[in-house]
């Protein structure tokens, strides 16, 4: 066995093991909700209300000068911003009973906000919010006061899903979900008088048979077209599906109903007390938990839920609602926070989207919250017993998403209340090589991947002798799963690894390698069999692992953690590893800084010679 090297840290360094400092550091998960939590409407009426309202206020009095943090948001490339503030302003005017003295002043404003962004970019999702909120407006009968005949006519010629889908009813240059967003745009335009309901149909019939398609016989949409990205937004579509039926006053046929439980059936096992959402893949953080609460709700309205659990998905959404004005929302700026005290989010959701990000996350918030009150929660407790409930869910289960060729599946461990997911996926076109796709254990607060970074997060890193990069990421065979007792296993084995440095993953065959994951109370482990090519040489291989935890020393051939919740980190196959404080800023999660980073190699010529062993082993508090 390779001896594990520690570089000790300097004490100052040790001092402070939970950079940066901030009302965060050392706190990973957030809020606990353990007994109670606010009722969700409670929550948004008298908490998120008043936030967007304050951000909307400084809209009217700054308009095109507007600055929040630091961001001039009429110059931020925000192609989504007026149809995310029209939906706002909408807000402060369907909130209001018709008789409400402030009903003048709120129509006045929508039209002058209205006249001001008329001439801006305003794309795909950005018209659907924008039709949306007019389509509001109308069917209370307030459409025309609240804009002026002149922006009326623009907005009808503007505001139309023809501007990304082609007459063969092809999208440009945008992903095939896309084909949802269009089609809530035809509706809501069909409803209003504006067209004829024949192209709300074709592309509801596009956004279903795509859905079929690509989901199979086991209900989850790929992001790609069969290449195997299934991620947050795959269980999510089929419930953005439900609430656009919903919306434009149509039934969800029972094929829809099933895909819905299906969604449900992964998220249940994932409920908390913190209200934290998905742990891989994309656009997570606060979109990873309002997920969860739109494909809940969606649930709960079609019956797709029985009593207990509309129950339970009530009390987490509560929770969810909380979480997001106590960890999310930063009280110093009064915005939305995804990029400062440490955390890290994808290019797509930029800071240079700071207001829309406001707008857009209070909207999830605000519409999922009226149908919870629509069904009889509003301003009641969250049900006492959802407590003892996480205790009856299963402790072990396996998501299949595809099967064939290549498997696809996401393994979920519950081990006293702390949530393990390993998604076994392909993160293909642009994605691949960011480790929040990567085939390892993550798990709010304790295992994370960080945006768009390409560090090799568990997982080992083969450089060749020529110089090319190899990575066991995408090509997953023969995936199985045990369950002994506490233990899960999973096993399986790629015939061709992931060729880097494009776009798109990339089959090579110049190593293969069989991977077996244990997953048991308090430990997880990873044991890869590499083997090399026949000619083949590896000029070096490394492994990195990005903590939470911090104050690490070398301790019986392994990495020991002061703080946190990783007890320890050790590997065998290495030469050695070293361990130093994680300040560059790609070890950065969605929800703050890690604290300290393991970087594992093993650098001497490497030749085909049988399989190499490589194994991590890593130990946390239950």
């Known amino acids: 066995m390779r001896r594990l090297v520690c570089v000790p840290l300097a004490a100052a360094l040790l001092a402070g093991n939970a950079a940066p400092a901030d009302r965060r550091a050392g706190k990973p998960h957030g809020p606990v909700y353990a007994a109670d939590v606010a009722p969700m409407d409670q929550t948004v009426r008298t908490r998120l209300m008043p936030q967007v309202e304050t951000l909307l206020e400084q809209l009217l009095r700054e308009k095109r000068g507007m600055r929040l943090g630091g961001v001039a948001v009429f110059e931020s490339g925000d192609k989504f911003l007026p149809g995310k503030i029209a939906?706002?302003?909408?807000?402060?005017?369907?909130?209001?009973?018709?008789?409400?003295?402030r009903l003048a002043q709120r129509l006045r404003d929508f039209a002058d906000i209205a006249d001001l962004t008329l001439a801006d970019p305003n794309d795909s999702w950005g018209i659907y919010y924008y039709v949306s909120a007019l389509h509001d407006l109308n069917e209370r009968g307030l459409l025309d006061r609240a804009l002026r005949p002149a922006t009326l006519a623009r907005l009808k010629q503007q505001l139309d899903w023809r501007r990304f889908v082609r007459p063969d009813l092809t999208l440009i240059d945008l992903p095939n979900n896309y084909y949802g967003v269009a089609f809530s745009i035809a509706r809501l335009r069909h409803l209003m008088g504006w067209e004829e309901a024949s192209g709300a149909g074709q592309l509801l019939a596009r956004t279903l048979d795509h859905y079929r398609r690509y989901s199979g016989e086991y209900g989850f949409a790929d992001e790609?077209?069969?290449k195997g990205r299934f991620d947050r937004y795959s269980v999510l579509l089929i419930g953005e599906i439900a609430h656009r039926l919903i919306e434009t006053g149509m039934t969800p046929s029972a094929e829809v109903r099933g895909w819905l439980r299906k969604s449900v059936d992964l998220l249940l096992p994932r409920f908390n007390l913190t209200g934290e959402g998905f742990e891989y893949g994309r656009s997570i953080g606060a979109y990873g938990e309002t997920a969860f609460v739109e494909v809940l709700t969606a649930a709960a309205l079609l019956k797709v839920l029985t009593p207990q659990e509309e129950r339970m998905a009530y009390a987490f959404s509560s929770r969810i609602s909380a979480r997001y004005m106590d960890f999310w929302v930063d009280p110093k700026t009064g915005s939305v926070d995804l990029w400062g005290q440490g955390r890290r989010t994808d290019a797509y959701r930029g800071i240079h989207r700071i207001f829309g990000e406001n707008l857009s996350l209070a909207r999830q918030h605000i519409y999922t919250n009226a149908i919870w009150n629509r069904l009889g929660y509003?301003?009641?407790?969250?049900?006492?017993?959802?407590?003892?409930?996480?205790?009856t869910l299963p402790r072990s289960t396996v998501t299949w998403f595809a099967r064939g060729e290549h498997d696809r599946a996401l393994v979920t461990v519950r081990d006293r209340g702390r949530l393990i997911g390993l998604p076994?996926?392909?993160?293909?076109?642009?994605?691949?090589?960011?480790?929040?796709?990567?085939?390892?254990?993550f798990s709010p607060g304790m295992l994370s991947g960080s945006a768009d970074a390409t560090y090799p997060y568990l997982v080992p890193r083969i450089t060749l002798a020529d110089g090319a990069v190899l990575m066991p990421l995408a090509f997953f065979k023969d995936v199985r799963v045990t369950r002994r007792g506490a233990v899960t296993e999973v096993r399986w084995r790629q015939e061709a690894l992931d060729l880097m440095g494009e776009n798109d993953a990339r089959r090579d065959p110049r190593a293969s390698i069989e991977t077996r994951y244990t997953l048991a109370p308090g430990q997880i482990t990873r044991s890869d069999r590499l083997r090399l090519a026949p000619g083949m040489r590896a000029a070096k291989i490394d492994l990195e692992f990005a903590s939470f935890s911090g104050a690490p020393s070398a301790k019986a051939g392994k990495v020991a953690f002061g703080t946190g919740a990783v007890r320890s980190f050790a590997t065998r196959g290495y030469d050695g590893c070293t361990v130093e404080k994680a300040e560059k800023p790609e070890y950065r999660a969605p929800i703050g800084a890690f604290a300290s980073v393991v970087r594992c190699t093993r650098s001497a010529p490497i030749a085909q010679s049988g399989a190499i062993a490589l194994t991590w082993d890593l130990s946390y508090n239950q």
């Open 87 to 101: 939906a706002a302003m909408a807000y402060r005017i369907t909130a209001l009973d018709p008789n409400d003295p």
């Open 224 to 226: 790609t077209e069969g």
């Open 378 to 391: 509003a301003g009641q407790a969250p049900d006492r017993g959802y407590v003892k409930w996480l205790e």
């Open 424 to 441: 076994i996926i392909n993160g293909a076109e642009g994605q691949h090589m960011h480790n929040p796709y990567f085939p390892v254990p």
